[in-house]
C-alpha cells in the first residue's frame, strides 16, 4: 500500500503544452511538498502546503502552480512547458513542518519535455 | 549556489568494509542534517539524522558524524552490505524553516561481493 503515489511515472510532451503531475499521501500527514531534480542532479523544494496552505513558496516560474484540493493531495500544473522543466518531480509529504526526518517522499515523474 | 555540497559522485566498497561518504556545507545556519538513501525508481528515504547540538549520531551500522567548524558531515556504514547500494544525500536545514531541505547531488555507493 503506497504511501505517497504520484501519477504518471512518465510524462513525455511537447513544448508549450501545460500538463499537470498528480499527488496522494494516505499516511493523513498535513504538509505536503514538490521538490525538482535537475539533469545536475540537484533535488530543490518548490512549494509546500500545510493544511492546504501554501508555507513555501521558493523562486519558481508562474507557470508553475500546486494546488491543495484537500489534506490528502498536492497536484502540480505546469503551464507552457519549455525545455528546461525536463526533470524528475518528487512530492512528498510530513507529519510535521517542523521536523524534516519525518517527510516521506514518492516515486518521483519522469517528466521529458520535446 | 551549491550551499550543500557531496564532491563524490560514486564510491565503491567491499562488502563487509567501511563506507564512508562525505558532505560539505557552506551555510552556517544550517542546524539540522539529514541523510537520505535513495533506489532507482524511488522516492529519497530518510536514513539519520544528526542536529547542530551534537558532533554523532549513531543508529545500528549507520553513524553520522558532523564537524560544524569545517562545515562537514559524513556517513560511515559498517560493515558494508551488497544492499546499502544505492544513492545517498546528504540534505540540510535551518530550524524554524517549514522543513525546507537543502540537498546535496548525491554519492552513488556500490557495494561490491
Known amino acids: 500500500d503506497t504511501a505517497v503515489s504520484q501519477t504518471p511515472k512518465y510524462l513525455v510532451t511537447q513544448m508549450g503544452n501545460d500538463k499537470s503531475i498528480k499527488c496522494e499521501q494516505n499516511?493523513?500527514?498535513?504538509?505536503m511538498y514538490w521538490y525538482k531534480q535537475d539533469s545536475k542532479k540537484f533535488l530543490k523544494i518548490m512549494f509546500s502546503?500545510?493544511?492546504?496552505?501554501?508555507?513555501i513558496n521558493e523562486t519558481v516560474p508562474n507557470r508553475f502552480s500546486p494546488k491543495s484540493p484537500d489534506k490528502a493531495h498536492l497536484n502540480l500544473h505546469i503551464n507552457s512547458l519549455e525545455l528546461g522543466d525536463s526533470a524528475v518531480y518528487f512530492c512528498?509529504?510530513?507529519?510535521?513542518?517542523?521536523?524534516?526526518?519525518?517527510?516521506?517522499f514518492g516515486p518521483g515523474t519522469r517528466l521529458l519535455v520535446l | 549556489d551549491q550551499q550543500v555540497k557531496q564532491n563524490s559522485p560514486s564510491l565503491s566498497v567491499q562488502e563487509g568494509r567501511i563506507s564512508i561518504l562525505n558532505c560539505d556545507y557552506t551555510?552556517?545556519?544550517?542546524?539540522?542534517f539529514l541523510w537520505y538513501k535513495k533506489y532507482p525508481a524511488e522516492g529519497p528515504t530518510f536514513l539519520i539524522s544528526?542536529?547542530?547540538?551534537?558532533d554523532k549520531n549513531e543508529d545500528g551500522r549507520f553513524t553520522v558524524f558532523l564537524n560544524k567548524s569545517a562545515k562537514h558531515l559524513s556517513l560511515h556504514i559498517v560493515p558494508s552490505q551488497p544492499g546499502d547500494s544505492a544513492v545517498y544525500f546528504c540534505?540540510?536545514?535551518?530550524?524554524?524553516?517549514?522543513?525546507?531541505?537543502?540537498f546535496g547531488t548525491g554519492t552513488r555507493l556500490q557495494v561490491t561481493l
Open positions: 512528498a509529504s510530513s507529519q510535521d513542518p517542523g521536523r524534516p526526518e519525518t517527510q516521506y
Open positions: 499516511l493523513g500527514h498535513d504538509t
Open positions: 502546503y500545510n493544511n492546504k496552505e501554501l508555507i
Open positions: 551555510n552556517s545556519m544550517f542546524d539540522y
Open positions: 544528526i542536529s547542530s547540538i551534537k
Open positions: 540534505a540540510a536545514s535551518v530550524t524554524g524553516t517549514a522543513s525546507k531541505l537543502t
